[in-house]
């Protein structure tokens, strides 16, 4: 068990380092970094209630990660293996970006170039992430919004996760998707043919699975509850099922391709 947060902890991420880092975001508007193995934490401040944390998926740099908070920004920190001081508080991002409504999930991308936010009312930004001085710039966005019904005004995104680039049939080396912009996997100029798609999750009790190559929505689901709850949708390892939770106490298993529950 680890102790440490005052109030209730709402989000964690797991490091993709070997040496074991959990990240904690909570209601006591901190972000604690476990180092499980010694049962000690770092401690680092927000001005308000932080909704979401995410370690960078890299594993060139030792501590990075993005957190979401309730002050309508999303903050980027790091700490140099020198500093790393377990009686120490930290409360200087390294980047910090403003959005127009509350951070309710975020996420890098798998190949860390890019972060993903959701917003209280069904939005996306989006921003690519360079590791040094330019730290996180607005790249696009995405309106999930229902057309009609009670939730047409947006609700909170409560989960973002993305799959790795896929081959494609378009011509190999193509980085500049329908719309003409450069795709999120092309970020780094290498020209990869597929930039993947992403599960996003809504307290409008709809999963919607999306292509970032021009950013729309494939399909959409429903059946499962989740209209004030953290629920969180997930993929099955051969990527045919879509996965969730739901708040009547069921999972629920969709086809993927055809939206059968």
Request: charge should be neutral; charged fraction near 25%.
């Amino acid at each position: 068990v680890l102790r440490g947060h005052m109030k209730d902890v709402v989000d964690l991420s797991w490091s993709p380092q070997e040496t074991k880092m959990l990240l904690s975001a909570s209601v006591d508007r901190t972000v604690r970094l476990w180092f499980v193995a010694t049962d000690t934490y770092l401690v680092f401040k927000h001005p308000d209630i932080v909704s979401c944390v995410d370690f960078y998926p890299g594993l060139d740099v030792p501590i990075l990660f993005v957190s979401g908070c309730m002050d309508k920004k999303i903050r980027t920190w790091t700490v140099p293996k020198d500093d790393v001081h377990p009686d120490k508080d930290y409360d200087e991002p390294k980047d910090v970006v403003n959005v127009p409504e509350f951070v309710t999930s975020r996420s890098f991308l798998p190949d860390g170039k890019m972060v993903a936010a959701g917003l209280t009312k069904s939005q996306l930004f989006f921003f690519t992430y360079f590791n040094d001085e330019k730290g996180l710039r607005f790249f696009t966005q995405m309106d999930l919004r229902n057309k009609r019904g009670k939730y047409r005004h947006g609700r909170n995104v409560t989960s973002i996760q993305f799959f790795k680039p896929h081959a494609s049939s378009g011509a190999a080396g193509s980085n500049i998707d329908a719309q003409g912009r450069e795709r999120v996997g092309g970020v780094d100029g290498n020209g990869i043919t597929s930039a993947g798609e992403m599960l996003v999750s809504i307290n409008d009790s709809r999963i919607r699975l999306c292509d970032l190559d021009d950013y729309s929505v494939i399909s959409k689901v429903k059946g499962a509850q989740n209209e004030s709850m953290q629920i969180k949708a997930s993929l099955s390892d051969d990527g045919k099922y879509i996965i969730s939770g739901s708040e009547t106490g069921n999972v629920y298993i969709w086809n993927r391709h055809h939206g059968e529950r």
